[in-house]
């Protein structure tokens, strides 16, 4: 089929320098009536190899006419290819083979191979296949490596295990690179949880110490403790006497409730308020007074007149009751200091403090009705002590503890007519109706049930709008606008004439003409300045007495 290979080149050849290394043999060992046979030579190396320990090959096939080794314990590799003409080596237990006789015209057969070694007896047989360490042949030396080893053992031999193959599959290149690439990946990804973990704790540390300004514990300065008491003119000194005596009227009628506050006037239960605090109960509702302590009481309207803006309720079987002493408002200066206390916006027990702003301020309140009946004219004391809804009917103290008026009204930046859009508050502009008019308004009630009102007995025209109080045309109900036999017509006053002055002091409207009056008493005497046809003269008059609603 083709020219001899001269140079012995595989496949037609022995393995040369380029071809697969032979598998790993066990040496040629020789044993007692079966000596090794002599090593092959390479033809075109010139040397011995050296015979591993192999199992045997597999007889050639019968076509080639000869018959395969008998041993059983043997697997013989397969034939040489028929195209070779050559026939594999016959096993070495039963002697060298002839090589058969070449074919016509075929390449003359080279030399023979290596030989093979003799299979065990059957005793090492059986040893090697349960994989029992193998005794050394007769001559051996026992620390011969090559006897122990058989790469197709089922068992690898004890320290043959580095040489032994496992069978499993070699990775490729890409899969190596994969592997190491998810190596990788695992070191970046462990890097950043711990840089993550770090930077946590970090985080902690760093805001513990700088909160707390370290790991070692801090202890700030402090004053030592000082005495409870305080200073009688003090305002934490007056609070502390006062409150007691301060208390909350929670009142609820038919249509509306409300907060105010009062104060206690006499050991046998009188309270003073303003009348706007306990008109919410009218007839029928409820009026309950709590104490500084928390104990509650019915409360029971004496007496209220809503022309001064005052009322007094009475509770029954409260027992320690400290009535509050009560001062002089006459002697009242501008800048004063005073303690206002109250509840405002149902805050019970309130102190807030400030002056004196103003005094005899003409200020009206109420009129809610609309036909001037619940108009309050108060000649009142102005505070910038804070006041606001709730502080109605509490006291107005002055450096003395003494009350020197009841906290009635105060000026907001709004009317309070959209109670859902804004809540009236304090601005600095808080009235007390003074205690001299309190007390003398109070004393009636608590003896009378009303209070009466001081009177010059003269309609006013309230729609003038020049300087000063001008007497009507025409009285109110039809009648004369000067009550004959009145406290104005015995003084002189005349239709259309403009008082201008009370006592020295400037009128500017018919409202602090009636501010001006009320702030006296029934049978005091007035001092009048009148302007009449453009010439002023002076009138005097004793007050008169009208019962109060």
Not at 311 to 337: E, R, Y
């Amino acid at each position: 089929m083709h020219d001899p290979d001269a140079y012995s080149t595989p496949p037609y050849g022995e393995p040369g320098p380029w071809a697969p290394a032979p598998p790993v043999q066990h040496p040629a060992v020789a044993s007692p009536g079966h000596p090794a046979p002599p090593p092959a030579v390479s033809p075109h190396l010139g040397q011995a190899p050296t015979a591993p320990h192999v199992t045997p090959p597999p007889a050639a096939p019968s076509h080639l006419g000869r018959a395969p080794d008998a041993s059983p314990h043997l697997t013989p590799p397969p034939a040489a290819p028929s195209h070779l003409g050559r026939a594999p080596a016959a096993p070495s237990h039963l002697g060298p083979a002839p090589a058969p006789a070449p074919a016509a015209g075929s390449a003359p057969a080279p030399a023979p191979g290596p030989s093979l070694q003799a299979a065990p007896g059957p005793a090492n047989a059986t040893e090697a296949a349960a994989g029992q360490p193998l005794d050394p042949a007769p001559g051996e030396p026992a620390s011969d490596p090559w006897r122990r080893y058989d790469p197709w053992s089922p068992t690898p031999l004890a320290g043959a295990g580095a040489l032994h193959q496992t069978g499993a599959a070699v990775p490729s290149a890409a899969q190596r690179r994969r592997k190491v690439r998810k190596v990788r990946k695992g070191i970046v990804g462990g890097a950043l949880a711990l840089a993550l973990v770090s930077g946590v704790l970090g985080g902690l540390v760093g805001a513990h110490l700088e909160r707390t300004g370290g790991f070692e514990h801090v202890e700030l300065p402090q004053a030592a403790a000082e005495p409870t008491g305080r200073a009688a003119d003090s305002v934490a000194g007056i609070a502390a006497r006062a409150l007691p005596s301060v208390v909350t009227l929670h009142v609820s009628g038919s249509e509306e409730s409300g907060t105010g506050t009062g104060f206690v006037l006499d050991t046998r239960g009188h309270i003073l308020t303003n009348d706007h605090v306990v008109e919410p109960a009218g007839d029928g509702g409820e009026i309950t007074v709590v104490f500084n302590g928390g104990q509650t009481a019915e409360g029971k309207v004496v007496g209220r007149d809503s022309g001064y803006d005052l009322a007094v309720v009475k509770v029954s079987g409260v027992s320690g009751l400290a009535p509050l002493t009560l001062g002089n408002s006459d002697g009242v200066q501008v800048g004063d200091p005073v303690v206002a206390i109250g509840a405002p916006f149902d805050l019970e027990g309130t102190v807030t403090s400030g002056i004196i702003s103003a005094k005899e301020r003409p200020i009206t309140a109420g009129g809610e009705s609309g036909d001037g009946s619940d108009v309050s004219y108060v000649d009142a004391l102005q505070t910038d002590a804070p006041i606001n809804p709730g502080n109605s009917g509490g006291p107005l103290l002055d450096a003395h503890g003494r009350v020197i008026g009841i906290n009635s009204a105060i000026r907001s930046a709004t009317d309070g007519s959209d109670p859902e859009n804004g809540q009236v508050g304090s601005i600095g502009l808080g009235f007390a109706i003074p205690i001299n008019q309190g007390k003398r308004v109070a004393e009636e009630l608590i003896n009378t049930g009303r209070a009466t009102h001081p009177v010059i007995g003269i309609t006013l025209d309230m729609d003038y709008t020049g300087d000063g109080a001008r007497v009507g045309t025409k009285g109110g109900d039809g009648g004369a606008p000067v009550s004959p036999g009145g406290p104005g017509d015995l003084a002189g006053i005349e239709p259309g004439d403009v008082i201008t002055e009370v006592d020295g002091q400037r009128v500017h409207s018919g409202d602090e003409l009636i501010v001006k009056t009320r702030a006296h008493r029934p049978g005091d005497r007035l001092e009048l300045t009148v302007e009449r046809d453009g010439a002023e003269r002076t009138l005097s008059l004793v007050l008169g007495s009208a019962d109060g609603d």
